[in-house]
């Protein structure tokens, strides 16, 4: 085992003991020279990414600008039309991560057994007509429920796009989708102003405010793109529809080289929560996505009650349409950090810078009085929190082998990270006390979680470099080996 490991420098991926893998298909470019099989790989991965990308983003977006519209709303006249308190307001805030962070954990289960085909738009026309109905609540406890709903049913879509795509591509080509499909969250804070403003407009007509339009018209366009999803969501590599049985051979084979196990057929046992629930590197995942989550949720819900506080004087709708360019320059800057993540292979060195600007964004917030500073504060801010969270999520991805052992570990991260939008709902009481709270978050949690985590990996690395893990595979065959996963003394860590 240890002599024919390739002992390499390079991190973030496993180095392979053989050409072939175990339960390996043909290979259909056999008779080709390597110069034709690049090129077939090639066209090969630009058809996945036209066939998987640019609609799993418009589900992102939806989904993003339907749980952060509320905010939009609030100074449309949401909390006074309902007569709501500040303590009620957080708490319609709170109840959807309560629901969303209680059914993510098993969500990505849910997505291998009933297919993405059929699992996927069926959540999105439930969060659709859930978002439908709190166009027409007219007390708290018809926004609490609807609320609710809401989370519970936009709990699979996130991780369970993730583990999707993580099911789909290599390693070091992962990082770079899953940033472009998170930089849907920042599109859709651009995006929810510019529609929030519009919508507006409709203020009176059915008898209805132009707050409970924004959510019945966002709604409705939910609904739509989620029937509309049962023809375009594909399932996963080994039943994929749109690609030939050659294709499919090839997608299988380029996970098996790079050592997933991705592409096999698996049934969930409980071991793959055991083996989650005992690894260190899930519970530090947590952490570090805590610490980018719930600055982000804090950002995106209060983010224009926060430019409209700047003193500024600005009207609701200039409020609005001032929310769009932090999230423009976030959508942006989100996917140049997972471009160069995934060239480096230096994921945690990424979230350590990134999460420093995010710092220095909040300490502007914190610290001037000029609406000049904290309007570039607001940038930084956001320039220091969107990348983290397709950073973060990759790195995890990346670090985690197994088929369900992955999803289970993605599943509990990004529950953990959701579960505390519940603080993000409660500190804005004032603006100070926000920002400060959100600061401590990103420089502990973020900032110093990374730090530990990368530490920790290299270290591992280290060990197995020496061959000091190679006791763990004496006398398994290779199908044990593989069953390993991430704990093989050939898997090499991403830092």
């Known amino acids: ?50 066939m998987l990308i640019p609609w799993l983003c418009l589900l992102y977006l939806l989904a993003f600008l339907d749980r952060t519209n509320i905010g939009n709303a609030k100074i449309a006249g949401v909390q006074d039309d309902l007569h709501l308190t500040n303590g009620q307001y957080s708490a319609s805030l709170s109840i959807f991560f309560v629901s969303y962070a209680v059914f993510e954990p098993v969500t ?25 109905g709190m166009g027409f609540c007219f007390n708290w406890d018809g926004l609490m429920a609807a609320r609710w ?24 080509e992962f990082g770079i989708r899953a940033a472009i499909f998170f930089s849907a969250a920042a599109l859709s804070g651009s995006f929810g102003g510019l529609l929030a403003a519009a919508i507006e407009n409709m203020d009176g007509i059915g008898n209805r405010p132009g707050w409970a339009w924004i959510f019945i018209i966002e709604g409705l366009i939910t609904v739509i793109i989620g029937f509309i999803s049962f023809w375009m969501v594909h399932d996963f590599p080994d039943d994929a529809k749109f690609l030939s049985e050659d294709d499919r051979a090839r997608v299988v084979r380029r996970l098996k080289l790079d050592q997933q196990a991705s592409a096999e057929h698996e049934t969930f046992q409980m071991t ?44 609701t709708v200039r409020s609005q349409l001032m929310s769009v360019p932090p999230y423009a320059a976030a959508a942006i ?84 990270g959701n579960l505390s939008g519940v603080i993000s709902s409660n500190i804005y009481a004032d ?60 898997f090499y860590y991403t830092t």
């Open 1 to 50: 085992m240890t002599e024919d490991k390739e002992k390499s420098s390079g991190e973030g991926h496993r180095v392979s003991t053989h050409e072939e893998g175990v339960n390996m298909p043909p290979d259909p470019d056999a008779h080709r020279t390597d110069e034709e099989k690049a090129e077939i790989d090639r066209k090969l991965v630009r058809r996945l990414d036209m």
């Open 108 to 132: 990505n289960i849910m997505l291998k057994k009933y297919r993405p085909s059929i699992f996927i738009p069926i959540i999105m026309v439930l969060w659709g007509a859930s978002m439908l």
């Open 431 to 490: 603006h100070k006390t926000g920002h400060g709270i959100v600061m401590g978050f990103l420089a502990v949690f973020l900032f110093g979680g990374s730090i530990l985590m990368t530490t920790l990996l290299r270290r591992e690395n280290g060990k197995r470099l020496r061959g000091e893990r190679d006791h763990v595979v004496e006398g398994l065959d290779e199908k044990q080996i593989e069953r390993l996963g991430d704990m093989r003394p050939d």
């Open 333 to 416: 800057f989100t996917v140049v950090i997972g471009y160069v993540a995934d060239r480096t292979r230096r994921r945690g060195l990424c979230n350590i810078v990134v999460s420093a600007i995010g710092v220095v964004g909040f300490a502007m917030l914190l610290g001037s009085n000029s609406p000049a500073v904290q309007y570039a504060g607001v940038f930084f801010g956001a320039l220091g929190i969107y990348p983290c969270i397709a950073n973060t999520i990759t790195w995890m991805a990346n670090n985690v082998e197994g088929v369900y052992k992955r999803g289970v570990v993605l599943g509990f991260v990004i529950g953990w």
């Open 149 to 172: 709903f809401l989370g519970l049913t936009e709990a699979g879509l996130f991780p369970g796009v993730n583990y999707y795509l993580s099911c789909w591509y290599k390693r070091s």
């Open 272 to 315: 793959y929560l055991y083996q989650s629930l005992r690894d260190w590197k899930m519970w530090l995942g947590m952490a570090i996505y805590m610490g980018c989550d719930m600055p982000l949720y804090a950002f995106s819900l209060f983010l224009p009650a926060i430019i409209k506080g700047l003193g500024w004087n600005t009207s």
